[in-house]
């Protein structure tokens, strides 16, 4: 299912007033005491809102020990906020949890180049997700397919009976497939598909719920049995998509014109619509974006990766998730759409207090918007990372910030990491061992 979103100039002195501004000057600069007053004061944040960012009023092993098993403590994660995002006119900070460096810096920093263009326009689709039954030993699969497409609606009503919240939501079970698999390694097999919208759930839960209720019914109407009941992370009902406009001059560098540069990363985007070994890092810069979001917001990164790369490969041979090209107005212009199940209810999104605070950071109040932030991080990392490429190569600025990590690892604290950084990457030597040496001899 794809859908297309209508390319249109923003002008940026009409857009929407939301109390937050995400254009902050020099936030990277400030100390991370700083950032955080900062944040609270634009976002609204209480007192233990803010603590719960900071870390220090943030997931317990008590609440730890609720959520998962064998619990013996808590792992922490970088979480820096993004500045800069303007989607659909409308400003978002936009909190990333991440340890790998300039990330959050990229992203900020393309960002800022689309805000230039008009900032992001994204769309997400309806919630809708299926759920999949797993049907064995039927005699006749083409005549089962008939008697199940025909007691539809009798299977969609035991689907929402399971779920009469998600139903007063506007939710619920919304259409039934059935796929004939004639040929597989188990014999002949039906698929039935439940088609559900979780609303702003991510639906994993209701899902599942709903198909093993339906299982006994799917037997008693084919002659056959039931193995696998449950949903599919190919959302590729739920998909979100985002566009950017880049005009060449905010792509210059001191090397390059705006559109030398925006030409280089039209080729480099080239590489990986057919090349599955440059498509597979390609599309890792675009998921750096995505699930540091998705892991500040307390979402499954891990399904959402999954749907992705399914989606990247549906043609058959896996490619690019996104899209660049140039245009006749002087733009460099970049789409990408991905499968995004998403939510702002259930899960971590509410248990965990960092994760609950994050999502009143974006200020988003649908799971669809969410997407529309997400889908756009994720642009915004890819136009970053294909920048660096295309011009002074990545390791330039990633291996700055990566030097600081390796000074840290070599037992530098305070002053003497920035210390230790600066030596290496003065020497052009970034290396543990290097690391070591440098904090022996300034100790």
């Not at 698999?181 to 039935?192: E, F, N, R, Y």
């Not at 750096?288 to 399904?303: F, H, K, Q, S, Y």
């Not at 990392?381 to 291996?399: D, Y």
């Amino acid at each position: 299912m794809l859908f297309c979103v209508t390319r249109v100039r923003i002008v940026m002195d009409g857009h929407i007033k939301t109390g937050i501004v995400s254009r902050i000057p020099g936030f990277y600069k400030l100390s991370p005491s700083e950032r955080l007053r900062e944040l609270q004061t634009r976002a609204g944040l209480t007192d233990q809102e803010a603590a719960a960012l900071e870390g220090s009023l943030g997931l317990d092993v008590a609440q730890a020990d609720r959520m998962s098993e064998n619990v013996v403590g808590t792992f922490g994660l970088p979480l820096g906020i993004a500045v800069n995002f303007l989607i659909n006119g409308q400003d978002y900070l936009v909190p990333m949890a991440i340890e790998e460096p300039s990330v959050v810096a990229a992203a900020s920093h393309a960002a800022k180049l689309v805000r230039e263009g008009g900032g992001f326009l994204a769309r997400a689709s309806e919630s809708q997700m299926i759920g999949q039954i797993q049907v064995l030993g039927v005699d006749d699969p083409s005549e089962s397919r008939l008697k199940l497409l025909g007691e539809r609606e009798r299977l969609l009503a035991v689907a929402n009976e399971q779920d009469p919240v998600m139903v007063e939501l506007g939710g619920g079970a919304r259409d039934l497939e059935v796929r004939v698999l004639p040929d597989t390694l188990a014999g002949p097999m039906l698929v039935v598909h439940l088609i559900y919208d979780c609303r702003d759930a991510m639906g994993a839960n209701a899902i599942n719920t709903a198909v093993e209720a339906l299982a006994p019914l799917v037997e008693e109407m084919t002659g056959g049995k039931v193995l696998l009941r449950i949903l599919s992370n190919l959302a590729d009902r739920r998909l979100a998509r985002a566009e950017a406009v880049v005009p060449f001059q905010a792509l210059a560098t001191d090397g390059l014109d705006g559109r030398e540069v925006a030409k280089r990363i039209a080729t480099a985007y080239a590489l990986a619509e057919v090349d599955p070994y440059r498509a597979a890092t390609h599309n890792k810069g675009i998921m750096n974006g995505i699930d540091a979001v998705l892991v500040a917001t307390g979402n499954d990164w891990r399904a959402v990766e999954a749907g992705a790369h399914a989606y990247a490969a549906r043609s058959g041979q896996y490619g690019s998730l996104s899209t660049w090209e140039t245009d006749g107005d002087g733009s460099l212009v970049g789409s990408l759409e991905l499968p995004l199940a998403v939510g702002i209810v259930g899960g971590a999104t509410k248990a965990h207090p960092a994760a609950r605070a994050a999502e009143k950071v974006l200020g988003v109040g649908t799971a669809q918007q969410l997407a529309e932030v997400v889908v756009s991080a994720g642009l915004a990392q890819n136009l970053a990372a294909l920048r660096a490429l295309a011009t002074e190569g990545i390791q330039r600025g990633h291996m700055e910030l990566h030097a600081r990590s390796m000074a840290i690892a070599a037992g530098a604290a305070g002053d003497l990491v920035d210390r230790v950084a600066s030596c290496m990457v003065e020497e052009g030597i970034i290396r543990l061992d290097k690391a070591e040496e440098l904090v022996r001899e300034m100790c």
